[in-house]
């Protein structure tokens, strides 16, 4: 229902929209080991811009490029396993109507 | 990337390189500029580091700020900054799945809200701050604190070691320099919220007649509900929609745990509130031309220390937010004009112990800041403790009502107020009720009691 909507988009619609500054070292590091432990994934749920995706295997792929740099996965992570930093000075997501 | 930065530090560093750094400032956003203003109009060096390239597009916020903390900061050109629309109208919709029952005031003077665009109106802020002296460094990320002897006598960024007798932590809501220093313990999912928004763009004509504002004038809403449907728990959510001049924004703020626990995505309820039929009409036909998020870090329960020796925290930094209020750069900018003032007196007194810079905290216990967040102390975890009833029970027996009482049919009217007080007993448990009467009563009494 929600998709007939005109001004309905994705989160893929959403992230095409933002001008970002590419950084080309990942500003995110995830801890294996802990995160192999976690079954949940509530990193997948929860981000906004869905940097982290459930593909094959237990840790989530991590599209940092998207990173639109709120830290909710720092904060959010049950098992503490992201180590979230800020990218490269001028590097990452550049609002411009926030 | 990094040489840039060097060479433009070095470029500011030559300016007066015979004198040495009095404070350094980590982030450029209203507490950090507040307080480099306050320190470079008191005569001292100032140097404000920001890890962006554009000031203030890292930034973002719901649309709107308060003039007082602004004419505050610049008493003598406060009407300069680039304003979008005075905000006189203000609404509070609580929404059900396809209704909502709305309190809206208006009035015809000019209020102290104001809506902006962040980038805009911080890169403002840094060209008034640049204009009294004071230096910035932009693309410049700060990853650590010196520390020695439990006294911070610098910063290290991604190129170099800066040196000062005071740093001031303005970085935001992520706090890693405060987590660092042990001001702030850790950062919980349960005391944060987590803000999405989209920007749409929308002719001025149409915002006038959409909202029924005059040209220069526009709305703030707020959005209760309407995100659960049916035995769903409803999140601790809060719908917003600004008007610009050109623009619109609509978002909402989630409690992080809550988006975790439930696994809502957050992109996903914004669409929801989107959709709603008494939201659609507002955006309809709008462009969205920017999707944006940020944490809110809040509450009295989750502030970090406000000072160390060599060091004080400002703006989100500390934690200092206001959600019942939506107020955050108000409160940034009175700290960062609190602590601007208390590193002036531990410049003039060349001692920057913990004692003297306490100065901070005795500042902050006699503001608003702190009386108002030891007013709201226990309303967010209140709220999400009864969000089921505030979020869908409540708005859903307010519509209730109005369609009983609106609906003229055959059925005699004092059955349908009997009706409506049956079942609103009725449908839920009647602990419920006592756990909202006793929970809503107890926060009232924090909020009013002598």
Same mark, same amino acid.
């Given at each position: ?98 | ?134 230096? &910035? ?45 042990? +001001? ?56 917003? +929609? ?74 989100? $930094?500390?934690? &200092? ?45 006699? $503001? ?74 107890? $926060?009232? &009494? ?5």
């Amino acid at each position: 229902m929600v998709e007939n909507n005109k001004n309905f988009k994705t989160i893929e619609e959403k992230l095409s929209l933002l001008k970002y500054k590419p950084e080309t070292i990942s500003h995110i590091e995830v801890n294996e080991e802990l995160c192999l432990k976690c079954k949940s994934k509530e990193c997948t749920f929860f981000c906004p811009a869905s940097v982290y995706k459930i593909e094959e295997g237990e840790i989530p792929k991590i599209e940092y490029e998207n990173c639109l740099e709120c830290g909710a996965c720092k904060i959010g992570c049950k098992s503490k396993s992201v180590k979230w930093n800020f990218p490269h000075g001028g590097c990452g997501i550049v609002y411009k109507f926030s | 990337m990094a040489k840039i930065a060097k060479k433009l530090y070095n470029k500011l560093m030559d300016k007066k390189s015979s004198s040495k750094i009095d404070v350094i400032v980590v982030g450029a956003g209203p507490s950090g500029i507040a307080s480099a203003i306050t320190i470079a109009r008191g005569g001292k060096k100032v140097v404000v580091l920001e890890r962006a390239d554009f000031y203030g597009s890292k930034n973002m916020f719901g649309g709107a700020i308060y003039l007082s903390s602004i004419k505050a900061l610049f008493p003598n050109n406060w009407q300069n900054a680039p304003y979008e629309s005075n905000l006189v109208q203000s609404s509070y919709s609580f929404l059900t799945k396809n209704s909502s029952v709305e309190i809206k005031h208006k009035t015809d003077e000019k209020t102290n809200t104001i809506s902006v665009f962040r980038p805009k109106f911080d890169s403002w802020l840094v060209e008034e701050a640049k204009k009294e002296g004071v230096y &910035f460094a932009p693309k410049t990320v700060v990853r650590s604190l010196i520390i020695e002897n439990k006294k911070v006598i610098g910063v290290k960024t991604d190129i170099e070691e800066i040196y000062a007798p005071i740093v001031i932590i303005a970085e935001g809501s992520q706090s890693n320099l405060a987590l660092q220093a042990g +001001l702030k313990k850790e950062l919980q999912a349960k005391n944060f919220i987590l803000g999405v928004k989209e920007t749409l763009k929308l002719d001025k004509e149409k915002i006038q007649e959409r909202f029924n504002v005059k040209e220069g004038d526009g709305c703030m809403m707020e959005l209760f509900g309407g995100l659960a449907e049916g035995d769903e728990q409803a999140p601790l959510a809060l719908g917003f +929609l600004y008007t610009f001049k050109n623009h619109i924004s609509i978002g909402l703020g989630a409690n992080l745990e809550d988006l975790a626990n439930l696994k809502l995505k957050p992109y996903e309820l914004l669409e929801k509130l989107k959709a709603h039929p008494s939201v659609a009409p507002f955006i309809e036909g709008g462009e969205v031309v920017e999707y944006s998020t940020h944490t809110i870090p809040g509450g009295l329960k989750d502030l970090a220390k406000p000072y160390m020796a060599g060091a004080l925290v400002v703006g989100d $930094s500390c934690g &200092f937010i206001n959600s019942v209020h939506f107020e955050g750069t108000n409160l940034a900018i009175y700290s960062g004009i609190f602590a601007g003032e208390t590193a002036l007196v531990a410049l003039n007194k060349g001692d920057f112990s913990e004692k003297t810079l306490s100065l901070y905290k005795n500042k902050l216990n006699k $503001s608003f800041i702190m009386k108002d967040l030891k007013t709201y102390k226990n309303i967010m975890n209140m709220a999400r403790n009864r969000a089921n009833s505030i979020f869908k029970f409540y708005p859903e027996k307010m519509s209730e009502f109005f369609t009983a009482f609106t609906a003229a049919d055959e059925i005699p009217k004092k059955n349908k107020y009997q009706n409506f007080i049956f079942h609103f007993f009725s449908d839920r448990k009647f602990s419920e009720l006592l756990k909202d009467i006793f929970q809503f009563a107890k $926060s009232a &009494f924090e909020v009013i009691k002598w």
